[in-house]
């Protein structure tokens, strides 16, 4: 669902590319909250720079919203086995918190039995086998669908681990002039959505074969051109995988990107609605049902920045 296009942006203190509760407010552009000045990182879809003198922010959003409990979850899309952490419901992940996904693998219990549909915590941002620590996971949240099945940090997941990553919708930042609009975008009917992504599980070395975080599991979504009512708000929208393709997306057992590629090309152009919400949402600090709620075109945005504390992300989160 995030994506970056290639060239300069900024890394800012709120907002769609605001990540986890490191960048609130007073962090300069640029830098993070202590004054560091932040690196150039590299993505599936090019180089982010963020550079404090510069006014534009070249990025798409960085936030959705899954509040479904395990047991919803679970029953929505089959699962047979959960595992990880469970988490409390969130209506403003960010990159690199922790989110459930499903995918397919062999039962815990029994390596040599065949795959069934797992619900799984991962971390948001993907980390490759090759990576050289977990800092990488953050400068790949998301993958291009015309480029997954090439890209070296990606191929190998779009033939071997795909996922869906469930969600009720997500949010995306439409600039008008000097002002970005945030709008929530979701299914008319409020269904949630499975969006296509993939995960992988690096090793870190730093710690012992016993030391059960020795084994990271991360994610990152894929997205497509945005058409229809979502083009007029941004160019790009995440993959969204019908539930009759649910089966075949999970199912990687030819170990094939092309058969990911193939997938891709069938997925049928996402129909969501837009609904303006508070920029409240902006601020990574702020989690609850208000972020959603609908807010009049002629409607000044009154919600502050940063809610009360009683309203803020959960701990821990």
């Known amino acids: 669902m995030i994506d970056f296009d290639p060239g ?8 769609p590319r605001a990540r986890g509760a490191c960048h609130g407010v007073g962090a300069r552009a640029g830098s993070d909250r202590t004054g560091t000045s932040l690196p150039d990182i590299r993505t599936g879809c090019g180089t982010i720079r963020f550079v404090a003198a510069r006014g534009t922010l070249v990025s798409m959003c960085g936030r959705y919203v899954n509040v ?6 679970a029953d929505e899309f089959d699962v047979v086995e959960t595992l990880g952490e469970d988490l409390p419901p969130s209506w403003n992940v960010a990159p690199t918190d922790p989110v459930r996904v499903v995918l397919m693998r062999p039962p815990s219990h029994d390596r040599a039995a065949p795959a069934v549909r797992q ?14 620590s977990r800092s990488g996971g953050a400068k790949m949240i998301n993958a291009r669908s015309e480029t997954v099945t090439t890209k070296m940090a990606f191929k190998a997941a779009a033939a071997r681990r795909r996922c869906l990553a469930p969600a009720l919708g997500y949010y995306e930042w439409k600039h008008d002039g000097a002002r970005t609009i945030p709008y929530f975008l979701h299914a008319p009917d409020e269904q949630l959505l499975a969006m296509a992504g993939l995960y992988e599980i ?9 030391d059960p975080r020795r084994w990271v599991w991360t994610c990152s979504i894929i997205t497509r051109p945005a058409t229809d009512i979502i083009g007029e708000i941004h160019d790009r929208c995440p993959v969204l995988v019908p539930r009759d393709l649910h089966e075949s997306w999970l199912d990687c057992s030819a170990d094939d990107p092309l058969v990911a590629e193939q997938l891709l090309a069938a997925m049928p152009e996402p129909h969501l609605e837009p609904r303006r919400v508070p920029k409240a949402v902006g601020n990574v600090k702020n989690n609850g049902p208000e972020l959603i709620e609908a807010l009049d075109e002629q409607q000044d945005d009154m919600l502050p920045l940063q809610l009360d504390e009683a309203r803020a992300r959960p701990a821990g989160s």
């Open 8 to 15: 300069n942006a900024i890394w800012p203190r709120t907002g």
């Open 68 to 73: 479904a409990s395990t047991a919803d979850l």
């Open 119 to 132: 619900l799984r915590t991962v971390d948001w941002g993907l980390l490759p086998s090759w990576s050289k």
């Open 202 to 210: 690096w090793r870190d070395e730093s710690l012992p074969e016993d």
